[in-house]
């Protein structure tokens, strides 16, 4: 009797690389801006962390806008 579970596809493991890989992009990215900011805020003297907020925030506005793009590319081929 044969299984009835069948092998993934290429192409799904393919997309599983891809998505592993944006995490591993997104954790490494948001973990140094907040080291650089912990940093920035160190140096500057500033009273509120001004700088650990707002440069995560724009690793995540860059990423997000990066993934957009990927994600919505249309093929060449049409």
Same mark, same amino acid.
């Given at each position: ?12 493991? =393919? @997309? ?13 990215? $948001?973990? %140094?801006? &907040?080291?650089? *900011?912990? =940093? @920035? ?13 707002? $440069?995560? %925030?724009? &690793?995540?506005? *860059? ?16």
């Amino acid at each position: 009797m044969k299984s009835t579970m069948a092998k993934p596809p290429q192409d799904s493991n =393919k @997309l599983l690389r891809q998505y592993a890989g944006l995490a591993a992009q997104i954790i490494v990215f $948001l973990g %140094l801006a &907040v080291f650089v *900011g912990l =940093k @920035l805020d160190q140096k500057f003297h500033f009273t509120f962390p001004v700088l650990v907020w707002v $440069l995560p %925030l724009l &690793v995540l506005i *860059g990423l997000m806008t990066k993934m957009i793009r990927d994600t919505s590319r249309k093929n060449d081929n049409n």
